[in-house]
């Protein structure tokens, strides 16, 4: 099916481990995005990407790392684990980021560091 | 720094109707989006306002005034499905979206 995908949906780590979120989309679209969603907060926008081989750092990016060497594929690692990055974590993707362009959410990725 | 304030919750009765507002300052303004987030979900896309007015879509409209950095999301004939979180966000000079913290919509019957 067209879309977007996370995987794994729920992930229990601890602290100083590594993990990696993935983010797949079938959309061909250029752009894709990382934000991670705490209460009280909006929508945090970590890391994004126009295209592969391209990406920039949005206004959370401390502690975890991105890469797309594909257009469909853009994980998310964070290198060391620490408890402030208990979070969960949305993956989006749009054509465009100009003209209205909505960005489409994967289902979201439930990360919970002991 | 960049803010967007919306109310944290608000409580409306089936059938009615509903405003939800959000207020903005944010460096430049290139557009700003309703999305609808049900709890455990992703959010999903409601409107797109980038000119002053009223954007009409089914019983959603949305309401921009670029000179008051001043947005609403109308809802009428609310249902229960529309227990929801509303967000608001605000496409910057960056074409970065600065979200706000959203408000969430309890229905009652």
């Known amino acids: 099916d067209a879309g977007i995908t996370q995987s794994p949906r729920y992930k229990i780590t601890e602290t100083g481990r590594q993990v990696t979120l993935m983010c797949h989309q079938t959309?061909?679209?250029?752009?894709m995005f990382w934000y991670r969603q705490d209460l009280g907060h909006g929508l945090r926008l970590i890391y994004y990407?126009?295209?592969?081989?391209?990406?920039d750092k949005g206004e959370v990016p401390d502690g975890y790392v991105v890469s797309r060497s594909k257009t469909e594929n853009f994980p998310l690692t964070l290198e060391s684990a620490t408890r402030s990055q208990t979070s969960v974590y949305f993956c989006?993707?749009?054509?465009?980021?100009?003209?209205?362009?909505?960005?489409?959410f994967g289902p979201g990725t439930r990360l919970t560091v002991l | 720094g960049q803010n967007i304030d919306q109310p944290t919750e608000m409580t409306a009765t089936e059938g009615a109707i509903v405003q939800i507002n959000c207020t903005y300052q944010?460096?430049?303004?290139?557009?700003l989006f309703w999305y609808q987030q049900h709890a455990g979900e992703a959010p999903t896309f409601l409107s797109y306002?980038?000119l002053d007015g009223l954007e009409e879509k089914g019983r959603f409209s949305s309401f921009l005034s670029r000179s008051k950095g001043y947005s609403y999301l109308l809802l009428k004939e609310l249902q229960m499905k529309d227990s929801a979180s509303y967000l608001c966000?605000?496409?910057?000079?960056?074409?970065?979206?600065?979200w706000g913290a959203g408000t969430k919509l309890i229905i009652k019957p």
């Open positions: 306002n980038v």
């Open positions: 944010t460096s430049g303004f290139n557009g």
């Open positions: 989006a993707s749009s054509l465009e980021v100009a003209g209205g362009n909505e960005q489409f």
């Open positions: 990407s126009a295209a592969a081989d391209i990406t």
């Open positions: 966000a605000v496409l910057d000079s960056n074409y970065q979206l600065i």
């Open positions: 959309w061909s679209h250029s752009y």
